[in-house]
């Protein structure tokens, strides 16, 4: 399996990725906004692209479908519950699903609800599991919830679901907000080291050639994945001082969620 991460050098800095078979030439398309660029690099590479994923519904996701399908004919994937969202679908996916990209590639559905109720992300059966995870992962960060989502299903996703993935899982979002989303972790976590030297790794990186993180990377840079910290819960008792001696991840990631709404 091949993943190509395209850059779009756009208002929301999004990432774009190609996911190709490198026996057949075959490719999807991940959320191809920026479909013009998706098909450059599909020419250059030799590709064609038969196949088109949108994470979830929103326009910054799925805006490039019509200009994709027009100039190959590729099918739109998406959650089955994003049917009345996304025009023009051709195969709604559920948790479990396979999502085949020419002989060799299988990527595995997960329903993963919280930025949207029907957003979906990709986990690739390979040695090393890459996760293609839209808005609901970022690098050190999650994805907010004011466009028809909600937080508490956005815990159950990444308590349930993403946390429980293996360590080595390679982390592919939606858009590069890595710099401001490790700022929030240290202003949540100002002794995490590692998210501090990590900052210093990526700043000014060209995003050409961003870092890919990896699941372990995240839980020790990701405030969403350090519910535990004994930092991470003083300091969220400065801006709530009404929270529990002891307070449960779930109330310690609503929290956090809650803050990084209007950090």
Known sequence: MIVEQIWTNNNFRNFNYLIACPETGEALAVDPLEFGQCLDVAKDKGWEITQILNTHHHKDHTGGNGGMVEATGARILASAKARDDIPDMDIGLDAGDVVKVGRTVELEAMDTPGHTMSHVCLLSRTDQPALICG????????????????????????????????????????HDYIENNLDF???????????????????????????????????????????????VIARLREAFPDLPDEPDEKTVFLKLRELRNDW
């Open 135 to 174: 808005d609901t992962l970022f690098n050190a960060g999650a994805g907010h919830c004011k466009g028809g989502g909600h937080p508490e299903p956005l815990y159950e996703t990444f308590a349930r679901q993403l946390a429980t993935l293996p360590d080595d899982t390679l982390i592919y979002p939606g």
């Open 185 to 231: 972790t240290l202003d949540r976590e100002p002794d995490n080291a590692r998210a501090a030297s990590l900052k210093e790794e990526v700043a000014g990186q060209d995003t050409n050639r961003a870092m890919v993180t990896t699941l372990a990377l995240e839980k020790e840079v990701n405030t969403f994945f350090r519910l535990h910290s004994p930092t």
